[in-house]
């Protein structure tokens, strides 16, 4: 049913549906929200959980850690400080292919600390395992969220799924959202009976010492495995288009690139953004298009080189920045494309900087006139010394 | 794509404001994106609310800079904030007013302005004058019809039955003031 909706109490509303046996999580901005929506449904008794309260965003990820190795679907989200504080047990958690789902509402990492959006926690942790996507509105979000356990728990597939939604533009955002019924989820969603799980009658190890006989198989099967994904998470997205008649799961989105000259790459709330730009400067007579990368984990490379193919210039928008290189999408949409084509790489919206309009023009124009591999967009002169200003 | 910005200081009801403004044109199958202006204001801080609607999704993410309508829920920010700055022309700026505040004067910009502080303190007993403004907004730009918006309040008062129908009174108040 269609409704109008805070994004957090929406994406609550998805894990809810998802029947999650355990929920912890520790509140942070701008993820908080979240998190006492969850509570609520719990304390209401509209949702047979249990949240279990924690002193750290470590511990949370430990706790859904074990109650997901106990064979119990398992809930929780972070963000930004929280993810950094989490990280070790993310890796755990892969490893230990355990397939929870995490809400990353993405924000910019300390220090300075700064509240506001960017895409540098999750994108520093896209070497953990995890299968990540990236959700260009609330009802994306929703959908992937759903979606996301599914492919996660998949018996061949078995890793964790983080479903990462822009902080405060869509955790704050309200807009229109079709929720699915709880009928509906039922349906596509199988109750979670995992191939293996810890059992008093079946005694089992996890995570144990690896030594160099073993670790570096264990990491080759996360390998193959996220090889598989890039095949089965286009199934699930088809099994969903066809319950719920959204296109919302996939790896990758192509927007008015057919006949383009310029395209943008993006992840996140951002390609709203570029597609109402693209929209103007169409009706001017430029040939522009986006494409958008739902699927960050595993990259979609292929998918990416096909959409490309025909587009001689090509600029990445990053709201991250690997520093002392370029933005981390850049060097994996460079790596994707053949080396023909002129690739620009744009490192903005850091810190919750506001992406608009303008900026994003700029950034088509830029890509056509010059070739460089980071450029920093929307630079306040005045707060740089002056042998770095631009 | 009509713009709104909303004036207020924290804990006055801006975000209410604009999920109520959202509800209201989601009843009329509108389209729109409600978002507060993204910070950690303590109460009393200004602060703003802001909501673009269309016939078709948004998917515009920025903030707002030119909008078509502004609401400001308390007068003493219309000079501190500059609220009529980038105003776009044929604009409509929906104000509470206190007795002594000079009438705002801005050039191309329709200014409707009621004491909805004054209104809000008779019918609801506190000076929250943003249900008060809802209405007025609803008369002045015609976004939505009066029955919308008496519907989203309704919405988003059901858990708290006790100010419900003050606030109702409230919306057809501001409505008839101007």
Known sequence: MKQFLEGSWAFADAAKLCRPGVISAYPITPQTHIVEHLAQFVANGELNAQTINVESEHSAASVVLGSQACGVRSFTCTSSQGLMLMAEVVFNIAGMRMPILMICANRALSAPINIWNDQQDSVSLRDSGWIQMYAENNQEAVDLVIAGYKIGEKPRVMLPVMVCVDGFILTHGMEVVDMPTQEEVDQFLPPYNPPYKLDVEKPLSLGLLGGPDVYIETRYAIQKTMEDVLTILPEVGDEFKKKFGRESVRLIEEYRLDDAEVALVAMGSVCGTIKDVIDELRQKGQKVGLLKIVTYRPFPEAAVNKALAKVPYVGVVDKNISLGATGALYTEIKAACSHDKKISGFVMGLGGRDITKNSIESVFSQSKEKVNSCTFVDLHNDLLWEEFRV | ?178
């Open chain 2, 1 to 178: 794509m009509k713009e709104i910005k909303i004036f207020a200081r924290a804990g006055q009801g801006a975000i209410t404001t604009a999920a109520i403004l959202g509800e209201a044109l989601f009843y009329e199958n509108k389209y729109s994106y409600a978002f507060p202006h993204f910070g950690a204001a303590r109460m009393g801080a200004p602060m703003n609310a802001f909501l673009r609607f269309d016939e078709k999704p948004i998917r515009l993410r920025s903030k707002i800079y030119e909008p078509d309508y502004i609401i400001v829920i308390d007068p003493t920010l219309i000079e501190s904030q500059n609220a009529f700055a980038g105003l776009t022309p044929d604009a409509k700026a929906v104000v509470a007013v206190r007795p002594e505040t000079p009438v705002p004067q801005a050039s191309g910009v329709e200014v409707h302005t009621l004491l909805a502080e004054k209104i809000a303190t008779e019918i609801i007993g506190r000076p929250f004058a943003n249900t008060v403004l809802l209405g007025a907004f609803a008369k002045i730009t015609g976004a939505f019809t009066l029955d919308s918006v008496l519907k989203a309040v309704s919405k988003r008062f059901e858990s708290k039955p006790a100010i419900l129908q003050k606030n109702l009174d409230a919306v057809k108040k501001g409505y008839e003031s101007v």
